[in-house]
Each structure stands twice: as C-alpha cells, then as structure tokens.
C-alpha cells in the first residue's frame, strides 16, 4: 500500500520541527491547485495520526508540500528580518507508482533548506 509522509528538522537549533504548519496540495493539469490537508508538526516533526496520504488517497500526479518556515522559527523567538529570507517552502513533486512509498524530509533554518526522497 502506497503512502506520503514528510519530516521537518529545525537545523538551526538542531531539533524536530514541531509545531510548523504544513499544507499538502495536489496540482491539476489546468494549473490550479486543490487542498488536500492543512496540518501542524507534532513534537518529532512529524504528522499525528500516519501518513499524509496513503491508499487509494495516494494517486499518480503532481502534489506540493508547503511549508510555513518563517512563522515557525518567529514562534521560537528567533530573531529575523521583518521580510524573511526563508518564508515559505514550496516543494513541488510527482508522484508516479501510488503503491510505493514517498517520503519528502525537509532540513530547514531561517537561510537555507534542502530535501530529497526519502526512505
């Protein structure tokens, strides 16, 4: 059974992100975008309750993952900018087999990220 899960670490303090809010769109061929979930990051920086999706709510297509960074690091009192280098994270990406597993981990501070497929 297929599933999309996600993972954010705060790497400038060196810890889960919990707490970021995290919204999960699927892209349609016309260019809009349909919501699929809105959601906050539990304590380890991850989703309560399993996966974003999985099963049949797993389909072949194009999804984003968007990221609320800057309102994140502000909550912990990190001092920033008042336009922040890093705001949101927009990670767009496809997904081809629905009956594998897609894991987007996302490494974050206020001035940098990185991600790749995860395991």
């Given at each position: 059974?297929?599933?999309?899960?996600?993972?954010v670490?705060?790497?400038a303090?060196?810890?889960?992100?919990?707490?970021?809010?995290?919204?999960?769109?699927?892209?349609?061929?016309?260019?809009?975008?349909?919501?699929?979930?809105?959601?906050?990051l539990?304590e380890d920086?991850?989703?309560d309750?399993g996966?974003?999706?999985?099963?049949e709510?797993?389909?072949?297509?194009?999804?984003?993952?968007v990221?609320?960074?800057?309102?994140?690091?502000?909550?912990?009192?990190?001092?920033?900018?008042?336009?922040?280098?890093?705001?949101?994270?927009?990670?767009?990406?496809?997904i081809d087999d629905?009956?594998?597993?897609?894991?987007?981990?996302?490494?974050?501070?206020?001035?940098?990220?990185?991600?790749?497929?995860?395991?």
């Amino acid at each position: 059974m297929g599933r999309l899960s996600t993972h954010v670490l705060d790497t400038a303090n060196g810890c889960p992100a919990g707490g970021m809010q995290v919204r999960l769109l699927r892209l349609q061929a016309d260019g809009s975008t349909q919501e699929l979930r809105r959601l906050t990051l539990n304590e380890d920086g991850r989703t309560d309750g399993g996966p974003l999706l999985e099963g049949e709510a797993l389909q072949r297509g194009r999804y984003r993952l968007v990221f609320s960074v800057a309102p994140y690091f502000r909550a912990r009192g990190t001092a920033m900018p008042e336009v922040p280098f890093v705001d949101e994270v927009p990670l767009d990406f496809g997904i081809d087999d629905p009956g594998a597993h897609y894991h987007v981990p996302l490494l974050v501070s206020p001035w940098s990220f990185s991600t790749y497929r995860g395991s």
